[in-house]
């Protein structure tokens, strides 16, 4: 279970959020939404260990935030790329993944074809489409045994096509008792998604 307790936020002088208390159980997925600038990405930020609230606790299965045990079960997905137009897909996944553990090409390559890249695996992301680098970033979902899954915008530049991929695999991952929580300014059919509006 995570639970979050009286958590609080300011970026400057703008107090984006305080008193925040909720917890998310295994297999849970919750959606957060919120107008621009209300706190949304601060807030994942925040719970994958990145940023630092104001006030509050945040713990997952009573191993608190930024702990080795917490940082261990978190898979952080941020709205903007973090791709290298010097390397190729399979390249950049593996350095993306490669940051928690080894996986070998076989699987990576897998995981490019289970997000509709295959083929372009060895291609220069410089080459690639928006919806395509966003792929290459998502291919991280079907190799992350991470419990919980923090993903800011994760349809953002995607097709339908590519919105149902990842909305399956999200409802695999709680249906194998993870945990979700996203945000999206689009719609989403996801059954059994629970809202939190900041």
Partial sequence: MLKITELSCQRGY?????????????????????????????????????????Q???????????????????????????????????????????????????????ALNDVGLKGYEDEYCAKLSAGQKRRVILAGLFVSDAKLWLLDEPFTALDPKGVEIVEQRIKKHSEQGGICIFTTHQDSVLENQRVLAL
């Fill in 14 to 54: 703008n107090q984006l959020f305080s008193g925040l208390s909720f917890n998310v159980n295994a297999g849970d997925i919750l959606r957060i939404t919120g107008t621009n600038g209300s706190g949304k990405t601060s807030l994942l930020k925040i719970l994958a260990g990145l940023n630092t609230q104001e």
């Fill in 56 to 110: 509050g606790s945040i713990s997952l299965n009573k191993n608190k935030v930024k702990s080795e045990q917490y940082q261990e079960e978190v898979f952080y997905l941020g709205h903007l790329s973090a791709l290298s137009s010097e390397l190729s897909s399979i390249e950049n996944l593996k350095f993306l993944t490669s940051l928690s553990k080894t996986i070998n090409s076989q699987t990576l390559s897998q």
